[in-house]
T-cell receptor, first 118, second 115 residues
Framework: ETGVTQTPRHLVMGMTNKKSLKCEQHLGHNAMYWYKQSAKKPLELMFV???????ENNSVPSRFSPECPNSSHLFLHLHTLQPEDSALYLC?????????????????FGPGTRLLVL | AQTVTQSQPEMSVQEAETVTLSCTYDTSESDYYLFWYKQPPSRQMILVIR??????QNATENRFSVNFQKAAKSFSLKISDSQLGDAAMYFCALASGGSNYKLTFGKGTLLTVNP
C-alpha cells in the first residue's frame, strides 16, 4: 500500500449503529486530519492530530470520536449519527515542520469513505 | 479568520485550449501557503500546485501555473493545453497562521473539458 488509504470506501448505517472509519498513511508523516465533504459546501476540517496529540477539534459533535493510536493510523468512531452526517469523509496526512511558524508541507489525501446515514 | 473564495462554480474549456480558474483569499498573516487541489470523479484529492507566500515567483508544474498577486490576495490557476483528464473539481486552499497546517478550502470549481 502506498500513500493514504481509507476503509471502508462506502458505508451505510442506521442512526442507532456504531461504526468506525479507518485511515492509514504510509508516508512517514507526523500529522493526520479528518475532513467532511458535503455537497455544495467547502471541505470542513474536523480533527487534527499532530504527533498523535489532538490539536484541533473544530466544534465537531460528540457523536464523532477520533482516535489516533500512532502516527500512521487514524480512526473516526461514529455513533448515533443523523442523516445530515451523510457525506464523504476524507483523511489526510502531512509532515508538519518545527520552528516558530510550523511550516506547512503538503497534505496528501485518501480516497475517502462515502457515508450514508439512514 | 481566513477565507477562500472561488467565484466560478463551473467552467468549461475545449481540449488543447487554456483555461484560468479564479481564487481570492483573505488572511491577516504574512506567512502562509496556497494550494490548488484537483478531485476527479473517483474522488481522490490530488495536489496540483503550491505556492509559498514569501516567494515572488509564480509556481509552475508542467501545464499548470499560477498567477499569485499577493497585494490583491488573488491566486488563479492556469491550465494550458487542456486535456480530457483535467476534468475534475478544483479546490483552492489556504494555510496560514501559527497553526498553518490547517487548510481552509474554497467551494471548488467544476472544470469540464470538451473534446
Amino acid at each position: 500500500e502506498t500513500g493514504v488509504t481509507q476503509t471502508p470506501r462506502h458505508l451505510v448505517m442506521g442512526m442507532t449503529n456504531k461504526k468506525s472509519l479507518k485511515c492509514e498513511q504510509h508516508l512517514g508523516h507526523n500529522a493526520m486530519y479528518w475532513y467532511k465533504q458535503s455537497a455544495k459546501k467547502p471541505l470542513e476540517l474536523m480533527f487534527v492530530y499532530n504527533f498523535k496529540e489532538q490539536t484541533e477539534n473544530n466544534s465537531v459533535p460528540s457523536r464523532f470520536s477520533p482516535e489516533c493510536p500512532n502516527s500512521s493510523h487514524l480512526f473516526l468512531h461514529l455513533h448515533t449519527l443523523q442523516p445530515e452526517d451523510s457525506a464523504l469523509y476524507l483523511c489526510a496526512s502531512s509532515q508538519v515542520l518545527g520552528g516558530a511558524s510550523g511550516g506547512q508541507e503538503t497534505q496528501y489525501f485518501g480516497p475517502g469513505t462515502r457515508l450514508l446515514v439512514l | 479568520a481566513q477565507t477562500v473564495t472561488q467565484s466560478q462554480p463551473e467552467m468549461s474549456v475545449q481540449e488543447a485550449e487554456t483555461v484560468t480558474l479564479s481564487c481570492t483569499y483573505d488572511t491577516s498573516e504574512s506567512d502562509y501557503y496556497l494550494f490548488w487541489y484537483k478531485q476527479p470523479p473517483s474522488r481522490q484529492m490530488i495536489l496540483v500546485i503550491r505556492q509559498e507566500a514569501y516567494k515572488q515567483q509564480n509556481a509552475t508544474e508542467n501545464r499548470f501555473s499560477v498567477n499569485f498577486q499577493k497585494a490583491a490576495k488573488s491566486f488563479s490557476l492556469k491550465i494550458s493545453d487542456s486535456q480530457l483528464g483535467d476534468a475534475a473539481m478544483y479546490f483552492c486552499a489556504l494555510a496560514s497562521g501559527g497553526s498553518n497546517y490547517k487548510l481552509t478550502f474554497g467551494k471548488g470549481t467544476l472544470l469540464t473539458v470538451n473534446p
